[in-house]
């Protein structure tokens, strides 16, 4: 840790909401710290898919998410565009839309249900027949009930964003913690003031050098995703209401390095996510299972069945990874970006399914309450 103990805003959590905010919150003036326990990026955000599909995840009754997922994906290509530029390195962000296939008669009827939806929202979708879906991916399964196009959905690679964050936020002058975990709160007269940290330096197998440390700041915003509701540095009833969601992903390769799939593929019941390098990532398992992430035999099993089922070349393909994750859930799925309940507590968590798609609009909006907006 550096000489200087106060900031601005101090970040409690370097995942790609903490990272997001940071980053903006460092361009419009403010002085920032990150602080996170694990390595950037190691919570939720290093397994997540990367899909940033706010039309093809449209879900019944949910109708302010969509709003903000619609509004995330418009800011989407600058703020690509803006890190990218900064850091001169790739995000892995493509436009490259995303097909969801009924596989039987039933999961027809239910994607017409959606598709309806869809059209009288006004989103970008077309059904198309099963005919016109193999024109497009000609991989797809031998029988199927036709589709959807969303032609404008986006995909993104969360680890790769994870590293242009982290050099752009460096480059602002936003200092980065790792090994760093947030353990107290300061209160003076009932407002948080600040915080004390354990850190941990890691050497190849074990950590050491555990020492406390006093971080003073204006603001302190609470980015630690899923382990938000349970910040016991926190007086109890200024603890957001933030549960671990677990998702399961695999990760799996073409042999010749070409990517599988021109789209972002979709059923009902698994999505897969293509990368330029020759990746496909298949998610995603939702399990309210407490802060577990086991990979478990059953899990890796309905993934790859239902993967196989959509696109059987999968079968060929190298399995590299299967992964868990806790997804940051709020009662009503809507993420909790704003004042905390106490005074000098700012909150910026409970992304659940959307964080990736999500960080732009939370960087903005809360850059946006605390320096302003940019002239
Ligand atoms: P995290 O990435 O979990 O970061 C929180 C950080 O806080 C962690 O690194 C943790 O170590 C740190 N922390 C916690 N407590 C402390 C403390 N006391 N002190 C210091 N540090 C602390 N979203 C999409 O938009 N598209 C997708 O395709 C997608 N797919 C997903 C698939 C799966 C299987 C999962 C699990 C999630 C997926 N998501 C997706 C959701 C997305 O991953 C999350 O919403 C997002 O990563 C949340 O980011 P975050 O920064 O809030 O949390």
Redesign the pocket.
């Known amino acids: 840790m550096s000489e200087k103990r106060s900031f601005d805003v101090v970040v409690?959590?370097?995942?790609?909401?903490?990272l997001s905010c940071a980053w903006r919150l460092a361009q419009r003036g403010a002085e920032v710290a990150v602080?996170?326990?694990?390595e950037p990026?190691?919570?939720?955000?290093r397994?997540?898919?990367?899909?940033?599909a706010p039309v093809g995840e449209l879900t019944f009754g949910e109708p302010e998410l969509l709003e903000l997922t619609l509004a995330a994906a418009r800011l989407y290509p600058e703020f690509v565009a803006e890190l990218e530029t900064a850091t001169g390195q790739s995000t892995g962000y493509e436009r490259i839309g995303a097909l969801h296939v009924a596989l039987d008669r039933d999961e027809a009827a239910q994607l017409r249900r959606v598709h309806d939806l869809q059209r009288s929202l006004d989103l970008e979708a077309e059904w198309l027949s099963t005919r016109r879906c193999r024109q497009l991916e000609p991989g797809l399964a031998p029988s199927f009930h036709g589709g959807v196009l969303a032609a404008g959905e986006a995909a993104i690679d969360?680890r790769a964003l994870t590293q242009v964050l982290l050099a752009a936020c460096v480059s602002e002058g936003v200092e980065v913690h790792a090994g760093?975990?947030?353990?107290e709160g300061i209160f003076e007269s009932e407002r948080l003031v600040g915080v004390r940290t354990a850190s941990r330096r890691f050497d190849s197998h074990e950590t050491s050098n555990h020492r406390l440390d006093e971080i003073r700041a204006e603001t302190v915003l609470l980015?630690?995703?899923?382990?938000s509701g349970r910040?016991d540095?926190l007086p109890p009833d200024a603890r957001p209401v933030v549960r671990p969601v677990k998702?399961?992903?695999v990760e799996l390769r073409t042999r010749d390095g070409e990517p599988p799939a021109r789209h972002i593929l979709a059923s009902e019941r698994v999505y897969l996510?293509p990368r330029s390098d020759g990746r496909l990532v298949v998610?995603?398992t939702v399990e309210e299972m407490g802060f577990d992430t086991t990979v478990t035999a059953g899990g890796v099993h309905e993934l790859l069945r239902e993967a196989y089922r959509l696109l059987p070349d999968v079968a060929e393909m190298e399995l590299v990874d299967a992964v868990a994750?806790?997804?940051?859930g709020t009662p009503d799925n809507l993420p909790l970006v704003g004042p905390g309940a106490v005074d000098g507590l700012v909150l910026a968590?409970g992304?659940?399914?959307?964080?990736?798609?999500?960080a732009p609009l939370a960087a903005e909006t809360l850059a946006e309450k605390l320096v302003g907006v940019p002239q």
């Open positions: 409690v959590g370097g995942g790609v909401i903490g602080l996170e326990r694990g990026g190691g919570g939720a955000t397994v997540a898919a990367g899909m940033l969360p760093t975990e947030v353990v980015a630690a995703g899923a382990w910040a540095w998702g399961q992903v996510v998610g995603a994750g806790l997804r940051p968590t992304h659940y399914r959307n964080g990736i798609l999500l």
